[in-house]
């Protein structure tokens, strides 16, 4: 029973080359939520997914970042023309639905640098 | 705007002791609770939640205490291994709603033989 899966595990970008981040929630998972966590600091909301629909995507920056979760295939955290400050661990996180306690399970993370 | 809060960034406990970690909340608004563990380089791994409607929950070693007049829950692990020794993190959320979870910043537990 795989948990999630996220990948790549690791990824290095140039300043203003972009970033796809995947995310394959648990079976069975129809909910997925994507987080930020900077060096140092808890992790902080960014968008949260259900097939097709962007359900909450109050913390997402305004610009360059952009989600999506298609009916077939993964999540995908997509990040334009990145800076140095978006270096960070990226975590998916899944679960089953919006009528159970919300006990998210969490995937490895990618861990994205900006040089 | 820090709603949930881990005011302590570190403790360290002996082993076999008990470990006592604190978490404060200021949104009025999240009934539901939960702890997560992490180990450097991987993902938040599940421990333990607690609804509002309770003041505490256990699950084998951990036990989850809620006081609400307070908006304060604290994480108890008893007896405390060596295999403890993480980053833990308080997380709250609203049960309707989009159900986002909003961390607080972490407590490093060492665990000390």
């Known amino acids: 029973n795989a948990g999630v899966m996220q990948n790549p595990r690791h990824l290095v970008r140039r300043r203003g080359q972009e970033a796809r981040l995947r995310c394959s929630p648990m079976?069975?998972?129809?909910?997925v939520y994507w987080y930020r966590q900077l060096p140092e600091e808890g992790l902080k909301f960014m968008v949260y997914l259900q097939k097709e629909n962007i359900i909450d995507e109050s913390g997402m920056p305004k610009e360059r970042f952009s989600a999506e979760f298609p009916k077939e295939g993964p999540s995908i955290l997509r990040i334009q023309q990145v800076v140095r400050g978006d270096s960070a661990a990226y975590f998916c996180a899944s679960s089953p639905g919006r009528d159970t306690y919300n006990e998210q399970f969490f995937g490895p993370g990618t861990r994205l640098t900006v040089l | 705007d820090q709603q949930v809060k881990q005011n302590s960034p570190s403790l360290s406990v002996q082993e076999g002791r008990i470990s006592i970690l604190n978490c404060d909340y200021t949104n009025s608004m999240f009934d539901y609770f939960l702890w997560y563990k992490k180990y450097p380089a991987e993902g938040p791994t599940f421990l333990i939640s607690?609804?509002?409607?309770?003041d505490k929950n256990e699950d084998g070693r951990f036990t989850v205490f809620l006081n609400k007049s307070a908006k304060h829950l604290s994480l108890h692990i008893v007896p405390s291994q060596p295999g403890d020794s993480a980053v833990y993190f308080c997380a709250a959320s609203e049960v309707r709603g989009a159900q986002k979870l909003v961390f607080g910043q972490g407590t490093r537990l060492t665990i000390n033989p």
């Open positions: 079976k069975g998972h129809s909910h």
């Open positions: 607690i609804s509002s409607i309770k």
